[in-house]
């Protein structure tokens, strides 16, 4: 009897080991589609980002080169004014608070609209 308790356990032995690497095959796979899962979203997230990164751009040119506009209407009183508030911390105001005497140049006002006052930032007389 002895003989053939030893084969049955051999048996055993074999078909466990068989599962262990059944079961680690499975884990492997697992592993593999999780990490194709996350690769993908981070490429998809990375594209993403690549795009807000790209937009970014544009609108900070954009902005740079409206201040440099606003930087070449603006009279030397109101740059050192707003130098002072910047060194001086306070808050710039609102652009509709703005003074009557510097729009910008989409706000720039016809003779015609405006008859008694003169919206031209160079005071050169375009609005009489």
Do not use: W
Not at 35 to 41: E, F
């Amino acid at each position: 009897m002895q003989g053939t308790e030893n084969a049955s356990v051999r048996i055993d032995n074999s078909s466990s080991g068989a599962s262990v690497v059944a079961i680690d095959n499975k884990i492997e796979q697992a592993m593999d589609l999780v990490k194709s899962h996350l690769m993908y979203a981070v490429r998809e997230e990375v594209e993403v980002l690549k795009e807000q990164i790209k937009e970014l751009i544009e609108k900070n040119s954009q902005l740079e080169q409206e201040n440099n506009l606003r930087k070449t209407l603006a009279s030397p009183e109101q740059l050192a004014q707003f130098q002072a508030q910047l060194q001086t911390g306070y808050p710039l105001p609102p652009p509709s608070h703005r003074a009557p005497h510097s729009p910008l140049p989409s706000q720039h006002l016809r003779a015609q609209d405006q008859p008694h006052s003169c919206l031209c930032p160079r005071r050169t007389g375009c609005c009489v």
